[in-house]
């Protein structure tokens, strides 16, 4: 991970060198933020960056399509679909004549480092070129269109590659640029389509009431909808499962996994089986490229017509086509681009001739440097290798156990999936469930039973239907164990933040008192301050980011025509910064403050001599980022009329406070599938303890030690930053053009520092 001290030392390590970035292929979401990425960490580092339009094409015809970058030429493109250098298929870069060409072009210029954006086969053709690229410069320079020393003097070719694919279909990287974004693009159009049929909400029972949760429909079932969406995937099933997954689909098709023979007679019982359990309405996804299992193609409108011939419901098809390339790109697009775009500019700076391509991807939330060749050929084999393996049938099961989940703490995007998930698969596994409303006060008054049907519809909904509150359980310590006792309850879910933390180790702490309590118990992080231990992300963090990214998007463009303003914009988050560090680092912010990494007066002065100096080059807007806790007296307000005074005369100043709209919303494709996993995981670990015969009065103490760690400040409620989200900020303050020393910056350190260094 990129720190402080790392960046210190890079600066100015590519002087006298010359670097190209294009994108090639078909455009994806995040293009432009790696872009901008490559371009300043180039500049950084003191190299020449030029940037290739119309990608190989341009490259090939060189002249003005070959430009000179400085930093404000990549100003206020982060928040950009598309590329905004272009992107165009070329016809002469396969070809020896089109890659000589492309040669001249660079190396005339001085450029031998060039960064691709683009799928397999535009790294590939990168890789090609880095190959022949002594053998085009002797051609070159025995045609006499360049000197012996020129040849000489650029004689090898540093290649490194980024890939944007909205299909996610590159082997070595978790994630390819524009995947996550095609899935919002998804997600949307589902979310739009579900609301033609939805029916009203469930109503919980009364407390106490041991009765299946009802659904309350006004409309007849006669009226059955189907709908037939088709996602992009010629080869790669990634979109269409995901988006399966995160919208609660009836069926799926993927070419990975070709259905077997009888598949029309199977989904059709199960659309079938759908509507005698009240569902209204049916989602089918299928990937453009899916197949049976003798090849033969599976499209959108034949499946329409099966269901329409066999069933008779009334059935559309919805193929989204392009729509899944546009829109604005997502926060992890702009996060992971950024990141990607800086490691490639290190990873060009450090290659020598003997280095090979490679392509910088992702592995967890680290960029990583891959052998280019080698991935791409790992795409191939596995392209032409065929379907995996079925997953073994599950046959449901019966079990003496019971399950009760609660929400704890504040509403999160993705509690109502987590809940979903969880409910599901412990109905599958034969376990009964009970609903808890309203957190550990409404586990002391009753529970209400769950049953498959119940949780029909919860993915997409925000919020936490099943209510929730902050209360803890020791003012509620004996009604607790009583409803404990009462429904039997073998093991507990809670899903929430520290509430959620602090309320488990307290039940824990009491089992001394009472035997009850001496169940399994199982946390699922879900708060949007992602300030909880023991996990990278929260539930609920995601769709925060994106909220007050898109917040932020629609501020800086409220500038645009008009005179030069600064906004100050304040996050949620409490005392911890993952807020506003990845909202500002989305947004590209000029500065994002923090708890975390203290401040000062001199601070705050350095950054408004930095806004003063952007604002006389013609740059309409400055963005600042406050987290609400982040410095006791250094307040929102307090720096919007800094601002405003030492502005006068270059700029004004605006304030804006997010709010709760970082809390609302659907959850994001992210928070959705996360949820589903971790509801999932989270009844396979109970339900083992529960059939490894847990004993009443066992004192299991295996979570604790990991639950609330050392360096977990219980005062503050954050815990020592994951390097992931914390190391972001010295890429945000270079990307900025942030004016600072990065050396004194790690010198200084951050709260956490001096905070684990007493502990």
């Known amino acids: 991970t990129m720190t402080s001290m790392d960046l210190e030392k890079l600066k100015m390590t590519g002087a006298g060198r010359a670097l190209a970035v294009l994108t090639s292929g078909g455009d994806a979401q995040g293009m432009n933020a790696a872009v901008r990425a490559v371009t300043r960490m180039g500049i950084y580092v003191g190299a020449q960056v030029y940037l290739i339009h119309e990608g190989y094409q341009g490259l090939v015809e060189g002249g003005e399509h070959i430009k000179l970058a400085h930093w404000h030429s990549v100003t206020n493109i982060i928040q950009q679909g598309g590329t905004v250098i272009g992107s165009a298929r070329c016809k002469a870069f396969p070809t020896r004549d089109g890659r000589l060409a492309a040669a001249f072009n660079l ?30 410069l002797a051609e070159l320079a025995q045609k006499g269109r360049i000197t012996e020393a020129t040849a000489q003097l650029h004689d090898h070719l540093n290649i490194v590659g980024l890939v944007g694919s909205i299909d996610n279909d590159f082997c070595g990287t978790d994630m390819t640029i524009g995947a996550d974004s095609a899935l919002h693009r998804i997600m949307e159009i589902v979310d739009a389509i579900t609301t033609t049929a939805q029916r009203s909400a469930p109503s919980l029972a009364a407390p106490g009431d041991t009765q299946p949760l009802r659904l309350v429909d006004h409309h ?85 017509d099966l ?337 405003s005074a030492e502005g006068q005369g270059v700029f004004d100043s605006r304030i804006n406070v997010l709010g709760h709209l970082q809390q609302g919303g659907a959850p994001s494709p992210f928070d959705r599938n996360f949820a589903t996993k971790l509801g999932v995981k989270a009844v396979q670990w109970l339900s083992d303890r529960m059939n490894e015969n847990y004993r009443q009065g066992e004192d299991n103490r295996e979570w604790y030690p990991s639950a609330l760690k050392p360096s977990t400040d219980l005062i503050h409620l954050i815990t020592c930053p994951s390097t992931w989200w914390f190391n972001l900020r010295p890429m945000l303050k270079m990307l900025a053009k942030y004016q600072t020393s990065f050396t004194q910056s790690a010198v200084k350190g951050g709260y956490w520092f001096k905070y684990c260094s007493v502990m």
């Not at 269409?240 to 069926?251: E, F, I, T």
């Not at 993927?254 to 019982?269: F, N, V």
């Not at 359990?277 to 090849?295: K, T």
């Open 220 to 304: 007849s079932v006669d009226h059955q909808r189907t709908f037939v969406l088709e996602v992009m995937g010629r080869h790669c099933g990634y979109l269409a499962l995901v988006s399966a997954l995160a919208s609660g689909a009836d069926w799926l098709f993927i070419p990975e996994a070709p259905p077997k023979e009888g598949w029309e007679d199977r989904m059709c019982s199960r659309l079938e089986g759908s509507r005698s359990r009240g569902s209204r309405l049916n989602i089918i996804i299928v990937a453009e490229g899916a197949i049976d299992d003798e090849g033969k193609a599976i499209s959108s409108n034949y499946i329409k």
């Open 107 to 136: 190396v005339k210029r001085g450029i031998t480092n060039l960064c691709v954006c683009g799928g397999d086969g535009s790294l590939t053709g990168a890789n090609v070129f880095r190959s022949e690229w002594s053998g085009l």
């Open 307 to 643: 269901v329409v011939d066999r069933l008779g419901y009334d059935t559309r098809v919805t193929v989204l086509g392009h729509v899944q390339r546009g829109g604005i790109p997502s926060a992890f697009d702009r996060i992971l681009s950024s990141k990607l775009g800086v490691e490639a500019v290190v990873a060009l700076m450090e290659a020598s001739p003997n280095t090979p391509a490679c392509v910088i991807g992702l592995s967890g939330n680290q960029a990583v440097r891959l052998p280019l060749m080698e991935c791409v050929e790992m795409v191939r084999c596995f392209l032409g290798y065929g379907s995996p393996p079925p997953p073994p049938p599950f046959h449901p099961v019966q079990s003496n156990h019971t399950m009760a989940i609660l929400n704890v703490g504040a509403p999160a995007a993705g509690m109502n999936a987590a809940i979903r998930s969880a409910v599901r698969v412990a109905i599958a596994h034969g376990h009964k469930v009970y609903a808890v409303s309203d957190g550990f006060q409404g586990l002391a008054t009753g529970v209400s039973e769950m049953t498959w049907h119940s949780v029909a519809g919860w993915t997409g909904q925000g919020g936490s239907l099943l209510g929730t509150k902050r209360t803890l359980p020791s003012a509620f310590m004996e009604k607790i164990v009583e409803t404990i006792s009462k429904f039997g309850i073998s093991a507990l879910l809670v899903i929430g933040g520290f509430e959620a933390y602090e309320g488990v180790l307290q039940l824990f702490e009491s089992r001394g008192r009472f035997d009850e309590l001496c169940i399994p118990m199982c946390v699922i992080p879900a708060t949007i301050s992602n300030n909880v231990p023991g996990t990278d992300f929260s539930l609920g963090a995601d769709t925060a980011v994106n909220a007050a990214m898109e917040g932020c998007d629609t501020i800086k463009q409220s500038a645009s025509g008009t005179k030069r303003r600064v906004f100050v914009v304040e996050t949620m988050g409490g005392y911890c910064g993952y807020l506003a560090t990845c909202t500002g680092f989305a947004v590209g912010a000029d500065a994002a403050y923090i708890f975390e990494d203290p401040f000062t007066i001199k601070d705050l002065k350095t950054n408004v001599e930095h806004l003063k100096e952007k604002m006389k080059k013609d740059v309409q807007r400055g963005l600042i980022l406050r987290n609400e806790k982040a410095n006791q007296h250094y307040t929102t307000e307090f720096i919007h009329q800094l601002y």
